[in-house]
């Protein structure tokens, strides 16, 4: 089995933009008789029906989403190599330091993210990557739930704790934990809990992720991290499916929270909010860049994950030095 031309990848995807074969016909730019017959040719090809027809509409079966997943990718990842290469062509042709300039990168990059991160974190990163690269396009999915990478066709899903067995590449981008937090306002009023059973007596604020609801906190000692944690069962009057809001509430001092240590650095750093009980720590929470495939990978995206990459380092050295020195005091 295989493809004979582009031009059936590109039918493939049309259709399902379209949702029509008259749609996909017009954008390539052959009649719908000739869409319908290089459909066909391709479906007893591959010996599996791609869409499901109706007087007013077209589908693609499961096959059919699976290949277009494929078909889109090599598509993209086609037309940034011959943007590449014509560019490079012409930089060649220029005299000076014109010449030796790179390629620019160019073309759409999806990227999933959760609300508090993208808000507190990556927003200045992305932005730096879109100056660098004015021939990029970005499309940001914001949001606690989680997509799938494949068929929501996201290039680059940003996702913290630990990884179920996938097919999916990943690479770690930052490594942290769940740290309890809270407003100096809201400890000036309820006291300042010291180990992770006073916590039955305040105001926690929780949020859900997906569909598990956070309401089981962890912590460990911080010279004791091997052994096994202390589990307490929180309760409190606010909980969201947004990240974002959780950290409105606390800078608001409404509760205490369980939040990853990458989303409330700059709070931390601020003052805005202080770490509660210093000498524990709660869940490992490391920040991956996930990926549908190492193959179909376009430069675009490689840059981009580097570029977050290289940001959250310097993130993380600065917050590894905050947190030594707020020990120390």
């Known amino acids: ?17 379209g949702g029509s074969l008259t749609a996909a016909a017009r954008v390539l730019q052959i009649t719908p008789a000739a869409a319908s017959a290089m459909l066909k040719k391709l479906e007893a090809r591959l010996g599996a029906r791609l869409v499901e027809r109706s007087t007013r509409a ?17 598509l993209e990842l086609l037309e940034e190599g011959v943007s590449l290469l014509g560019e490079g062509h012409a930089a060649a042709g220029r005299a ?28 200045p990163l992305l932005d730096e990557f879109l100056e660098l690269h004015p021939g990029v396009e970005l499309q940001l999915h914001v949001g606690d739930s989680l997509l799938d990478l494949v068929r929501d066709q996201v290039d680059l899903a940003l996702r913290y704790g630990e990884l179920a067995d996938s097919g999916l590449v990943a690479r770690k981008l930052w490594e942290g934990r769940r740290l309890l937090v809270a407003s100096p306002a809201y400890l000036q009023r309820h006291g300042r809990p010291r180990q992770p059973q006073d916590l039955a007596g305040h105001d926690c604020i929780r949020f859900r992720i997906g569909n598990r609801l956070e309401q089981d906190w962890r912590f460990w000692r911080r010279g004791a991290l091997q052994a096994p944690p202390v589990q307490v069962r929180v309760q409190g009057r606010r909980l969201a499916d947004d990240g974002g809001i ?40 490391p920040l991956h860049a996930l990926l549908p495939s190492q193959r179909f990978l376009p430069q675009r ?29």
């Open 246 to 285: 959780a950290h409105q509430w606390l800078l608001e001092g409404h509760g205490l929270s369980y939040k990853s240590e990458l989303d409330v650095q700059g709070s931390l750093a601020s003052g805005a909010l202080v770490e509660v009980m210093p000498d524990w720590v709660g869940a490992r929470m």
């Open 96 to 123: 000076g330091a014109a010449a030796a300039a790179a390629p620019q990168l160019r073309g759409r990059i999806r990227v999933s993210a959760s609300s508090d991160l993208t808000r507190r974190v990556l927003l």
């Open 301 to 329: 995206v490689r840059a981009l994950v580097e570029h977050l990459a290289q940001g959250l380092q310097g993130l993380q050295a600065a917050g590894s030095g905050r947190s030594r020195g707020a020990r120390a005091k």
């Open 1 to 17: 089995m295989e493809i004979e031309n582009i031009a059936e990848l590109r039918l493939l995807v049309e259709c399902a933009r």
């Open 58 to 74: 077209l589908r693609l079966t499961a096959a059919g989403e699976q290949l277009r997943d494929y078909a889109q990718r090599v």
